[in-house]
T-cell receptor, first 115, second 114 residues
Framework: DTGVTQSPTHLIKTRGQQVTLRCSPISGHKSVSWYQQVLGQGPQFIFQYYEKEERGRGNFPDRFSARQFPNYSSELNVNALLLGDSALYLC??????????????FGQGTRLTVV | AQSVAQPEDQVNVAEGNPLTVKCTYSVSGNPYLFWYVQYPNRGLQFLLKYITGDNLVKGSYGFEAEFNKSQTSFHLKKPSALVSDSALYFCAVRVSGGSYIPTFGRGTSLIVHP
């Protein structure tokens, strides 16, 4: 069990650029969720994927998109970056179709800085 | 709609003393409640959860939390604080049988002084 892995750990982008963040869930876990954590606030839910299908979406603009692959890894894409997109992006892995009603396991996060 | 309030941005306690980190919630239905801890430059680490049953829930590292339905609270407690408990603590809620979208509180910074 290697835990949830996210890459890269840190990223600096310029306004207007596009970014792709990656997440590999714990082996055997089929659900991946993405969260945005702005400094000084709690994590905000962005997406949940289960069995390669989107099962939940938070209140984020269409610039945010995601997908899940057959091996259950996931990518989060953000287009047309804004300064306000600077945050820690967290990926959570869980065995099935859950939010946090069971032990969701979080990765270390990707720190995105938009300049 | 669901929401979580953590009324204290920071809690200070001396090592060896009991600690309490407060959380109140609002949901339209029965709640699932969670506590997570975040150390600097780390992800969230699960501490404990309340789904149903006993109102006193025991979790990792000696932490426990008490569910109080009438006060809509789920305060995190520990009988004897350690300096290593210093971290950011998040309370989260979702409604049983409802949307899987969880709501987190803003977090409370716990500082344990030697």
């Amino acid at each position: 069990d290697t835990g949830v892995t996210q890459s890269p750990t840190h990223l600096i982008k310029t306004r207007g650029q596009q970014v792709t963040l990656r997440c590999s869930p714990i082996s055997g876990h089929k659900s991946v969720s993405w969260y945005q954590q702005v400094l000084g606030q709690g994590p905000q839910f962005i997406f949940q994927y289960y069995e390669k299908e989107e099962r939940g979406r938070g209140n984020f603009p269409d610039r945010f998109s995601a997908r899940q692959f057959p091996n259950y890894s996931s990518e989060l894409n953000v287009n047309a970056l804004l300064l306000g997109d600077s945050a820690l992006y967290l990926c959570a892995s869980s065995p099935g179709l859950t939010g946090v009603d069971t032990e969701a396991f979080f990765g270390q996060g990707t720190r995105l800085t938009v300049v | 709609a669901q929401s979580v309030a953590q009324p204290e941005d920071q809690v200070n306690v001396a090592e060896g003393n009991p600690l309490t980190v407060k959380c109140t919630y609002s949901v339209s239905g029965n709640p699932y409640l969670f506590w997570y801890v975040q150390y600097p430059n780390r992800g969230l680490q699960f501490l404990l959860k309340y789904i149903t049953g006993d109102n006193l829930v025991k979790g990792s590292y000696g932490f426990e939390a008490e569910f109080n339905k009438s006060q809509t609270s789920f305060h995190l407690k520990k009988p004897s604080a350690l300096v290593s408990d210093s971290a950011l603590y998040f309370c989260a809620v979702r409604v049983s049988g409802g949307s899987y979208i969880p709501t987190f509180g803003r977090g409370t910074s716990l500082i344990v002084h030697p």
